[in-house]
């Protein structure tokens, strides 16, 4: 057995901390061989709540789980975290884009990336899902000068499962069939998903279904099935957010499949012409704990108005929380 590491959730006692950290605690994230210990992190309202998540955990009797902190403190929580899942934030209702949570989420990830900043372990990886979660995740990753900018991400995962999954319906396909999916830019409806270099069972997906499926079907309902879950559910999708969430930590930590790739909302280093500074989802290899853009993918003008259409957006989020920059 490794040594255990320390994983840190916010937004515990929320709709996706219930779905995500019995299956962390379970092993689904890091692996049979590794313990964790979970720090819970909520605000003080919800604190009564959370003993109760801590308290189910425990009754699980989950070998690998070492140990449990909860606190409603971020310098508690943060504290020699290994991992950090920033959760916590309010979710969108419908009619709502997810740009509409900057003024009320944005805060919560000055304090978080600060208490990152000052108390995580100096390698911690933060993965970002409270919403518009590339932009909370660029507040946090500014608001945390001593860490590396590449230690913040912004979870993407859910809109790559979500594509890969629709692909694989409309091609009569399955999901391990599917490699090499791209969803480019924001976790928001200006998000590109792509399969120009998408292979299914080995052939490139553009030769099997046609240009007008993709353009009137599969990429609007990517990048609306957000707001298709709130409206069927009335609440925001919990556990494919979880469920993603453990899939890019778990990828970003123990590495890509040889010959696939994943999709990270990551920090712009200009790559396919992106403005720098932006957390923008690429295509990555991961490798020892470590993310690579894939380089050199053709892009068509037609893709090209799609990954330049998302950016603007996301150059805008920028703008608006300039003052928490
Ligand atoms: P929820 O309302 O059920 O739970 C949110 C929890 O966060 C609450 O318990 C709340 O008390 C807590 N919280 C709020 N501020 C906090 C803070 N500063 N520190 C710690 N905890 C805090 O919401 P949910 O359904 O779990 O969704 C959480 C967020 O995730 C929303 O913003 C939602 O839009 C987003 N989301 C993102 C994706 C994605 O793909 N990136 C997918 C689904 C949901
Ligand atoms: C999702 O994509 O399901 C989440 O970001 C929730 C939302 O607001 O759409």
């Known amino acids: 057995m490794n040594k255990p590491v320390r994983i840190a959730v916010t937004g515990c006692a929320g709709n996706i901390g219930y779905a995500l950290l019995f299956r962390i605690a379970a092993g689904d994230m890091l692996g049979p061989d590794q313990p964790v210990i979970l720090h819970l992190l909520e605000v003080t309202p919800a604190l009564k709540a959370l003993e109760g998540v801590s ?73 970002v899902v409270g919403n518009p979660a590339n932009t909370n ?58 399969i120009s270099h998408t292979l299914v069972d080995g052939r490139p997906a553009p030769e099997l279904v046609d240009q007008a499926w993709l353009e009137t079907d599969f990429i609007p309902t990517v990048q609306q099935r957000g707001a298709a879950i709130i409206a069927a ?50 295509p990555v290899t991961c490798r020892d704990g470590r993310y690579e853009i894939v380089q050199n993918l053709p892009v068509s003008a037609f893709s090209r108005a799609r990954m330049d259409a998302t950016a603007r957006e996301l150059l805008e989020e920028r703008e608006a929380v300039q003052h928490l920059l």
């Open 55 to 127: 308290m189910e955990l425990r009754d699980c009797a989950f070998p690998l789980l070492a140990d449990i902190v909860a606190t409603d403190d971020p310098a508690v929580g943060f504290k020699d975290a290994d991992y950090a899942i920033l959760v916590g934030a309010r979710p969108r209702g419908p009619g709502m884009e997810r740009k509409d949570l900057l003024e009320a989420n944005g805060a919560i990830f000055t304090v978080q990336g600060k208490a990152l900043n000052d108390h995580a372990s100096r390698g911690v990886k933060v993965l």
């Open 233 to 282: 559910r009335g609440a925001s999708s919990a556990a494919s957010a979880a469920s993603a969430a453990i899939d890019h930590m778990r990828t970003w930590a123990l590495g890509t499949a040889d010959g696939d790739w994943v999709s990270m909302g990551i920090p712009s280093d200009g790559s396919y012409g992106i403005p720098e500074g932006i957390i923008y989802s690429y």
């Open 137 to 194: 995740a660029l507040i946090a990753m500014r608001s945390a000068p001593d860490l590396d900018p590449r230690q913040f991400t912004a979870m993407m995962r859910l809109d790559h499962n979500r594509a890969i999954s629709q692909l694989a319906a409309k091609t009569g396909s399955t999901v391990p069939a599917i490699r090499r999916m791209t969803v480019w830019g924001n976790h928001s409806s200006t998000q590109y998903p792509d």
